[in-house]
């Protein structure tokens, strides 16, 4: 299985900060990379498909970058609304698997 | 707007076969990957595996000895079983798809359901 290491496990962040999160996967997988949000007792929901591209009608302060192993995503100012856990996720190999999420808090 | 529904018992012995069902609303059934997935209390995602419309199905090996996906077109219902449950099958379960993006890019969720392992 790919391993997706995602960090930190946590962070705490004022309003308008940008935020970054980080995702390393074990091996190659192009751009097959995903991020969600979630918030408590919600489903998830995709924010960024094929690692950079945007969802639709997701704000444009959330983008993605990278290829390969390394990953990035950032929230390029941090809104009251943006409080939730991000995960990351490759679909390159099967089984499909998640990073272990990223808690975003306000400071 | 896709409707998703995932329903099933909340608690289920160990030992015995969990069984959840996901209902789709028309239009999201026919050339659809529905996807389940788990998420136990606090923790991260995982995939179970997913079945296309017309019965194919894919699922995680490590879970492949004891889960079975099926389907029903005539209700729009896919289908989820997982034998001989543990505690560590406790967690909120999720059908999953997508629309206009690759099959593993989850577009579309249902509100998951709570399922607990225990006597």
């Known amino acids: 299985d790919i391993q997706m290491t995602q960090s930190p496990s946590s962070l705490s962040a004022s309003l308008g900060d940008r935020v970054t999160i980080t995702c390393q996967a074990s091996?190659?997988?192009?751009?097959?990379l995903n991020w969600y949000q979630q918030k408590p007792g919600k489903a998830p929901k995709l924010l960024i498909y094929?690692?950079?591209n945007l969802e639709t009608g997701v704000p444009p302060r959330f983008s993605g970058s990278g290829s390969g192993t390394d990953f990035t995503f950032t929230i390029s100012s941090l809104q009251p609304d943006d409080i939730a856990t991000y995960h990351c996720?490759?679909?390159?190999?099967?089984?499909?698997?998640f990073g272990g999420g990223t808690k975003v808090e306000i400071k | 707007q896709v409707l998703v529904q995932e329903s099933g018992p909340g608690l289920v012995k160990p030992s015995e076969t969990l069984s959840l069902t996901c209902t789709v609303s028309?239009?999201?059934?026919?050339?659809?990957?529905w996807t389940w997935l788990r998420q136990p209390p606090g923790k991260g995602l995982e995939w179970i595996g997913y079945?296309?419309?017309?019965?194919?199905?894919n699922y995680n090996p490590s879970l492949k000895s004891r889960v079975t996906m099926s389907v029903d077109a005539s209700k729009n219902q896919f289908s989820l079983k997982v034998r001989s449950v543990t505690a560590a099958d406790t967690a909120v379960y999720y059908c999953a798809s997508h629309r206009d993006r690759h099959p593993d890019a989850f577009n579309i969720w249902g509100q998951g359901t709570r399922v607990t392992v225990s006597s």
């Open positions: 996720q490759q679909y390159g190999n099967v089984p499909v698997t």
């Open positions: 079945m296309y419309f017309s019965g194919s199905t």
């Open positions: 028309d239009g999201f059934f026919t050339n659809y990957y």
């Open positions: 091996q190659g997988i192009s751009n097959y």
């Open positions: 094929d690692a950079s």
